[in-house]
Structures are given as structure tokens and as C-alpha cells.
């Protein structure tokens, strides 16, 4: 009875044993599997944090370089940088870069070395040896047709550190137009071995290419706006100097058509002042002589001055002293005269700044006129009805020259003699000043042409075609409004809107 409780016993403990052992197994492989699962997991989590920081890196390089390129200066200046960051980027030792144009020979040589972190636009022995293995045609065909990043297998070469390089990645970096052709730029990445180039990082480097290419070419374009913009400069200095001559030439053309004139007003009261001069002198023989008996001992005060009146009675004094006086005042008179001229001459004739300055128009017409008064002196009547004041912004030297213009002019439409009428208005803020003649007028074909350069209906030789082109753009330069009226067989009228100075 005892045995079979015992043995009942050991058989329920060998169950419970049993599904101990079980459970154990089940807990030890539920174990193993958890234990996988978090080995996975961290293998896992490890590769994509390899991956993010690889991205990562990717996108630190290629917003670097961006933001890098396009703050560059110029092109020289965004190669370098792109050598630079590529070399850190792809932890190679050396990058290479050269431009070749469409004859085939390179140019604008770059190479950046990590180790001396230096630049340098000479290349050494060893770099030019790697450029002497490949093919200048083939090379230029393959970059001007913008084909992809290439590894190509070079012969082993040293460089002055010793460093050994078999193997190179070429990077077509752009294809641009230049003057004397198409000209590509390469970049060359030198390696030890192909081992050391990483494919990833080589197509983030090629998916770089097209944003470089774009930065490349506006850089390219404002380095071509800046030649061009520094060309246009030049050509306006070199413009404003051959205006400026044209105008200093027509004053000297306008001069030259007025000398005669000017020469004889000038001769007049030079004239007229020599021959009250030479009168003078012998009025000064006969003061002379009155005043003679005050230089005698022989005679008592008394005499001396009864002597001094019969003398001046007898070469009548009176008429002497008056007459001096006129002769004086007439001489003076003469002189002024002279001054005027020769002041107004030398207003109009030097090179004047474009400064513009309250002025006042009537002066400047009076002046204008006083340079040609002996051109209307006597078949032409000049009738001015001038404002009592007239002032505007202007540079008086230059307006000058535009109504001596306008009055020579208006001279030779008139040949055989005719009125100048000078008039002047006030409309609100401005000033008109209206030039009519009364010659032959212009045809309606020849008006729009006026103001053309070297235009003129004068015979060969007469006139430049210059003055009215010269007057319209100093004018322009006054902010003045012209009009022109003209009928043929009647005359013409220039009207002229100034603003008024305030």
C-alpha cells in the first residue's frame, strides 16, 4: 500500500519535473528570441543612424557648397572653394583643375592640397604628368557633351610627399561659350587605389554638378556684364571727350564765322580812342604853352597871369578843356567797349563745367548779342522785348553758345537784311524765350532733321551740321523744351520753355 503512494508520488514529481523543464526550455527560447530581436534592433537603429549621418553629411556638403558658390567673387574664386570642399567631402589628398578650350590647350590651372591646405595656380611636375595621360580631344568631347563623373585608371606617379596616385575621378564641372570657342572645366580627384573612392559620396559629388554648372554660368554672365559695363564706361568717358571737343569745335567754327565782325568791332573804338588820344596830346602842347609863363623869373606874379590869359584867349582854353573832356569820356567810353567784347568772348569760347547756377537769361541774351551786333549792323534790325527779370537754373557759358547759334542763324536766313525779334514770357514757373527771323524758312521734309548731327541745307563749307545738334543737347541738359515754327518765304521762330529758378 505504501509502495504504490510512494510510487504514485514519484510519478506526479516526475511530471511536475517535466513541465518544469519545459517551461524552462520555452522561457530559455522565448530568451533567445527577445535577446535576437534587440541585437536586430540595435543593428538597426546603428545603420540608420550611419545612414542619417551619411545624409547628413551629404546634405552639409552640398548646402555648404551651395551657399559657398554662389557667395564667391568670381569664377577663380568658386573653383577653389569647390577643390577645397571636395577634397574634405571625398577625404582624398589632392584635387586637380583645368580648362580647356575649344583649340584644345588648357588653361586657368587649380590644384588644392590637404595636407599643406594651400592653393595654387602652378601646377607641379607630378600634376602635369597626370594631364599628360589622357587625350585633350577625347577629354574635351566628353566634358562639352556634359557626360558624367568617370574613374579612369592612370600610371602610377609620386608627388613631392611621396604620396602615390593610380587611379582618378574626372568631374565635368561646366561647358561655357567663349569668345575664342567653347571652353569645359574639369575637376580631377586623385586616389591611391579605387578602394579609397567612395560611390555614395561620388554621386552626391555628381548630383552637385548642376548646381555648379548654374552658379558657374551667372557667375560667368556677371563677369561678362562687369567687362561689358567697364567697356561702356570707357566708350561714355571717350564719348563725353569727343562731345566735349565737338562743342569746343563749333564754339571755334562760330568764332571763327564772327572774327571779321569782332575784329572790326574792336578796331572802332581802338580806332576812335588812338585819334583822341593823338587830338590830346595836342591839347596837352597847348596847355603847355598857356601854362609857360609860370616857369619865367622875369615877370611879377601880376604879369605871369596876364600872360597865361592872353595865351588862353588866344588858343581858346575854354574850347580846350571842354573838349578834353569829351575826348576823355568818348575814349573811356571806347574802351569799356572793347572790355565787353572781349569779356563776352571769353564766356563764350572757354570750356565751361556742367554746373548749373541761378543766371540770369536777359544778361546772357544781351552778351550774345553784343558777340554778333556788328553781324546786324546794317541791313538787320534787332527788336528785344525782354522781361524786367528772367532767371532759371542754366550755365550761362553754354547758353551763350546756344543763342549765338540761333542769331547767326538767323543772320544768314536773312541775306539781304531783315528783322531779329528777341522776345521774352513768363507762363507760371517757366520762361519762354522765343527767337524769330524773318528769312526764308524750312522746308516741312527738313524739320525733323534740325537738330541731327552734321545736318545743314548749307553749301559745303558754310556750315559743320553741328551747332543746332550742340544747342538741342545743352538744352536737354537745362531740362528746356524747344518747339520750331517755320514757313517757307516767311521765317522761323525758335521757342524755348526754361524752368524758372526759384
Known amino acids: 500500500m505504501e509502495n504504490n503512494e510512494t510510487l504514485a508520488k514519484l510519478a506526479a514529481l516526475e511530471r511536475i519535473l517535466a513541465r518544469e523543464r519545459l517551461a524552462r526550455k520555452e522561457a530559455e527560447k522565448q530568451l533567445e528570441d527577445y535577446t535576437r530581436e534587440l541585437y536586430q534592433q540595435e543593428e538597426a537603429v546603428n545603420q540608420t543612424q550611419q545612414e542619417v549621418a551619411t545624409q547628413q553629411g551629404q546634405l552639409e556638403f552640398l548646402t555648404g557648397l551651395l551657399a559657398e558658390t554662389w557667395r564667391q567673387p568670381s569664377l577663380n574664386k568658386i573653383v577653389v572653394n569647390y577643390l577645397e570642399r571636395t577634397n574634405n567631402f571625398m577625404t582624398n589628398a589632392h584635387n586637380l583643375f583645368v580648362e580647356i578650350h575649344a583649340d584644345l590647350s588648357y588653361h586657368q ?4 592640397c590637404q595636407n599643406t591646405k594651400q592653393h595654387a595656380s602652378s601646377l607641379p611636375d607630378s600634376y602635369k604628368q597626370v594631364l599628360r595621360q589622357f587625350k585633350r580631344d577625347e577629354l574635351y568631347l566628353q566634358v562639352s557633351s556634359e557626360s558624367e563623373s568617370q574613374i579612369f585608371e592612370i600610371e602610377s606617379i609620386s608627388n613631392s610627399a611621396n604620396a602615390q596616385f593610380s587611379d582618378c575621378v574626372l568631374v ?4 561655357l561659350d567663349l569668345p575664342s570657342g567653347k571652353g569645359v572645366g574639369i575637376a580631377i580627384l586623385l586616389y591611391e587605389s579605387q578602394d579609397d573612392i567612395n560611390i555614395v559620396k561620388l554621386q552626391t559629388l555628381e548630383s552637385s554638378r548642376s548646381m555648379l554648372s548654374v552658379a558657374i554660368e551667372r557667375k560667368r554672365a556677371e563677369e561678362a556684364l562687369q567687362e561689358r559695363l567697364v567697356d561702356l564706361e570707357t566708350s561714355n568717358k571717350m564719348l563725353e571727350q569727343t562731345q566735349q571737343q565737338l562743342v569746343q569745335q563749333e564754339k571755334l567754327a562760330s568764332l571763327g564765322q564772327l572774327a571779321a565782325g569782332v575784329a572790326h568791332e ?3 573804338p581802338v580806332g576812335f580812342v588812338l585819334s583822341n588820344l593823338d587830338t590830346m596830346r595836342e591839347y596837352f602842347s597847348d596847355f603847355a604853352e598857356i601854362m609857360a609863363p609860370l616857369n619865367t623869373d622875369k615877370l611879377s606874379e601880376q604879369e605871369k597871369v596876364v600872360a597865361m590869359q592872353a595865351k588862353w584867349q588866344s588858343l581858346d582854353g575854354d574850347f580846350l578843356f571842354d573838349d578834353s573832356q569829351e575826348i576823355l569820356t568818348s575814349s573811356v567810353q571806347g574802351l569799356e567797349r572793347v572790355k565787353d567784347i572781349v569779356s563776352d568772348l571769353s564766356t563764350f569760347s572757354r570750356m565751361d563745367n556742367d554746373e548749373l547756377d541761378s543766371i540770369d537769361l536777359n544778361v546772357v541774351i544781351e552778351k550774345s548779342l553784343n558777340v554778333v551786333s556788328n553781324e546786324f549792323k546794317y541791313h538787320h534790325e534787332v527788336i528785344k522785348h525782354l522781361l524786367p527779370e528772367a532767371n532759371i ?3 550761362a557759358g553754354k547758353l551763350q553758345q546756344v543763342f549765338i547759334n540761333l542769331f547767326v542763324n538767323a543772320k544768314h536766313a536773312m541775306p539781304n537784311g531783315g528783322a531779329l525779334t ?6 507760371r514757373n517757366k520762361i519762354i524765350v522765343r ?8 522746308e516741312k521734309d527738313h524739320l525733323a532733321d534740325i537738330f541731327t548731327p552734321f545736318f545743314t541745307t548749307k553749301a559745303p563749307g558754310e556750315g559743320t551740321g553741328l551747332g543746332l545738334a550742340i544747342s538741342y543737347g545743352i538744352l536737354q541738359q537745362h531740362n528746356a ?8 518765304g516767311v521765317g522761323t521762330e525758335f521757342e524755348i520753355a526754361f524752368y524758372e529758378s526759384i
Not at 590651372?109 to 588644392?112: A, E, L, N
Not at 565635368?172 to 561647358?175: A, K, R
Not at 523744351?481 to 517757307?488: L, Q
Open 109 to 112: 590651372f587649380q590644384y588644392y
Open 172 to 175: 565635368p564641372l561646366y561647358s
Open 266 to 268: 574792336i578796331n572802332n
Open 393 to 395: 537754373l542754366g550755365n
Open 422 to 427: 528777341i522776345s521774352c514770357e513768363k507762363d
Open 435 to 442: 527767337v524769330k527771323d524773318q528769312g526764308h524758312g524750312i
Open 481 to 488: 523744351k524747344v518747339k520750331v515754327h517755320s514757313e517757307v
